[in-house]
């Protein structure tokens, strides 16, 4: 039987690296892996220790091997990002997260590749408009988002969307406007990882947990909802994408339920064998006139098209996480 080659982009990093390891997983499939793994003490090598990589092609690097090697390739899986929202150079946001996708993008039609892509729940911007992940040109052309990273994303909605109506997209593409993910391989991630990973420290070293109290009157401290989905739900959609070629669009990727942070931070605490202890603290009045207080994905496209997995619950993710890694890396006092 002959091998599937699988180019992962970004495939260092959380998201990817888990993405990148379900592939791998599979004896007739050579994984690629696009990334920088940058200092070794960040540990980005270590989300890939575990698994069977083919090649590693850095990032500058990547059009020479598409050149010489692509031939190979059947499926690009396009995680590669500036993924915070608080980066400040918005030329180094707009060249990786647009002008690199689009390249990458056209690579793929221009040589029958099938391509998947991340964007990101950023695009809705506060919500106002709602999370309905409605494909039409006038609809994605009318999202707000609140900072350079979410408008990175919508930019490149909109240009696939546009190459789609052309005729001119790859054989198979998707975008994936993943919400707040939450899982293993994350550590690198500094203050961008999620609130989980953030405060397990706190919570098995016995210290008062801080979240951010609300500024808004319509929702009490704590009670500030998001859509978190777990990323071996987000891995499980990417490998039934995989699997159904003809599948194209754009799709919400959450769990489809808000909950608040309290209820994460709660859900920590049980994780740990702790009772609740947590003080709110004001948030950086920057991020105060930025902030999404509700976010949830409406899940009915991607129900449509014929995923019926059922997504995992906060509480049973968040105590797989905490056994799976977290409690090996942080572990309980006691």
């Known amino acids: 039987m002959s091998r599937r080659v699988v180019l992962v982009t970004g495939g260092a990093g959380f998201i990817g690296s888990n993405i990148a390891g379900r592939f791998a997983a599979d004896p007739d499939v050579d994984v690629v ?15 890939l220790a575990p698994h069977p990589i083919a090649d590693f092609i850095a990032p500058e690097a990547l059009q020479d091997w598409l050149a010489f090697r692509g031939q190979a390739v059947k499926l690009v899986v396009h995680m590669g990002a500036v993924s915070s929202t608080t980066e400040p150079d918005a030329d180094k946001v707009i060249h ?19 391509f998947i892509y991340a964007s990101s729940a950023a695009t809705y911007g506060d919500g106002a408009l709602g999370f ?27 240009f696939a969307v546009r190459e789609a109506a052309r005729q001119a997209a790859p054989p198979q593409w998707v975008g994936l406007k993943f919400f707040n993910v939450y899982g293993p391989n994350e550590e690198h991630k500094g203050p961008m990882r999620s609130v989980v990973s953030q405060i397990w420290p706190d919570v098995v070293a016995g210290r008062t947990v801080k979240l951010f109290r609300s500024h ?23 490998d039934w994408l995989a699997r159904s070629e003809r599948m194209s669009g754009i799709f919400n990727l959450g769990s489809g339920r808000a909950r608040s942070f309290a209820d994460l931070a709660g859900a920590v605490f049980a994780a740990a064998g702790r009772d609740p202890d947590i003080e709110y603290v004001d948030m950086p009045p920057a991020l105060q006139g930025r902030y999404q207080y509700f976010t949830e994905a409406r899940m009915d496209r991607l129900r449509a098209a014929g ?16 056994a799976r890694d977290l409690a090996l890396r942080h572990p309980p006092l006691g």
């Open 33 to 47: 892996v696009c990334d920088r793994l940058r200092e070794a003490d960040l540990g980005k090598w270590r989300n």
């Open 96 to 114: 990786s997260n647009f002008s690199l996708s689009r390249d990458l993008f056209r690579w793929c039609a221009e040589n029958g590749r099938r």
């Open 132 to 158: 309905d992940d409605d494909n039409g040109y006038a609809a994605l052309s009318a999202l707000r988002p609140l900072n350079v990273y979410g408008w990175s994303k919508a930019l490149f909605d909109l």
């Open 216 to 238: 808004h009157p319509g929702y009490a401290d704590g009670g500030q909802l998001r859509d978190f989905v777990y990323v071996r739900d987000v891995v499980d959609v990417v």
């Open 307 to 322: 995923y019926t997995a059922a997504f995992t619950g906060l509480e049973k993710g968040i105590a797989d996480y905490a």
